[in-house]
T-cell receptor, first 111, second 112 residues
């Protein structure tokens, strides 16, 4: 089954404690991206990757890092989380200009 | 700059009413793609439709229809005979090459 998986689904952490949200897709897609969703703002792109070892900033990259060492994985790293990064995060992948397949979301709370 | 506007923040209708969700986009690119996604209360994002900038044909899929007008940079979505299960947040999105931008979403509530 074609899918995008994210882990964890829920996370409560404290300010400054490094965390990683994993994302994996099994569709051999080249393009992957991370979004955060906040009320009234829709989904805003954090980072995207056109292919392995190719990443670029989206609209709201501050405070985040990503890596793309393999095609299937695209982890999101928060080196020093802050409360304003409390949000719902979605990973997505697409094979071209087709629909994006979204993961189930990760709800992050930073205290 | 690329931008997607969904001016309707929230809409409430009674079941069986028709409802149209508006989407206006901005881009300088001549080749682009437009999407609609549905986010039900369970939270997942469900793909509804993709349309490229060279195809202005309207599309109908069951109770759903889409009206794409390049002249007004709009890609509106109509639900005919709405049902309670249509209650969700609906997002319009623009793919302008290497990047995607989403509108802020419209929350649709269909009351029984």
């Amino acid at each position: 089954e074609a899918q995008v998986t994210q882990n964890p689904r829920y996370l409560i952490t404290v300010t400054g404690k490094k965390l990683t949200v994993t994302c994996s897709q099994n569709m051999n897609h080249e393009y992957m991206s991370w979004y955060r969703q906040d009320p009234g703002l829709g989904l805003r792109q954090i980072y995207y990757s056109m292919n392995v070892e190719v990443t670029d900033k989206g609209d709201v990259p501050e405070g985040y890092k990503v890596s793309r060492k393999e095609k299937r994985n695209f982890p999101l790293i928060l080196e020093s989380p802050s409360p304003n990064q409390t949000s719902l995060y979605f990973c997505a992948s697409t094979g071209g200009h087709d629909e994006q397949f979204f993961g189930p979301g990760t709800r992050l709370t930073v205290l | 700059a690329q931008k997607v506007t969904q001016a309707q923040t929230e809409i409430s209708v009674v079941e069986k009413e028709d409802v149209t969700l508006d989407c206006v986009y901005e881009t300088r690119d001549t080749t682009y793609y437009l999407f609609w996604y549905k986010q039900p209360p369970s939270g997942e994002l469900v793909f509804l439709i993709r349309r490229n900038s060279f195809d202005e044909q309207n599309e109908i899929s069951g109770r759903y229809s889409w009206n794409f007008q390049k002249s007004t940079s709009s890609f509106n979505f109509t639900i005919t005979a709405s049902q309670v299960v249509d209650s969700a947040v609906y997002f319009c999105a623009l793919d302008y090459g290497q990047n995607f931008v989403f509108g802020p979403g419209t929350r649709l509530s269909v009351l029984p």
